[in-house]
């Protein structure tokens, strides 16, 4: 059963920096993709970034103040966040493929205050 350990997040002002990191454990194999969702109160899980191995995309919102690491073949991605925004702030999840099926970390709070 794979397994998520994420690290990071916590709170920071606004224009302010933060950084999210994810490893995939207790499997042998490589995962296809790695990806990272959040979700505000009252909002649906959305995608925030993610990473296949061969490409990256982002969400507009997000789009060159997020910046997402991994390396292929390797089960670790991480998220810098630049410039963070208040409506940045939400619940951010990492999430794995493997074989079709997704695996969910358990989250982490950023909060980013005005």
């Known amino acids: 059963q794979v397994q998520l350990v994420e690290s990071g997040g916590g709170s920071v002002r606004a224009g302010g920096s933060l950084s999210l990191s994810c490893a995939a454990i207790?499997?042998?194999?490589?995962?296809?993709?790695m990806a990272w969702y959040r979700q505000s109160s009252g909002s649906q899980r959305e995608l925030v970034a993610a990473?296949?191995?061969?490409?990256?995309n982002y969400a507009d919102a997000v789009k060159g103040r997020f910046t997402i690491f991994g390396q292929k073949g390797k089960n670790l991605v991480s998220l810098e966040m630049n410039r963070l925004k208040p409506e940045d702030t939400g619940v951010y999840y990492c999430?794995?493929?493997?074989?079709?099926?997704?695996?969910w970390g358990q989250g982490t709070q950023v909060t980013v205050s005005s």
């Open positions: 999430q794995a493929t493997l074989r079709g099926r997704a695996y």
């Open positions: 207790k499997t042998d194999s490589r995962v296809d993709a």
């Open positions: 990473f296949t191995g061969d490409s990256t």
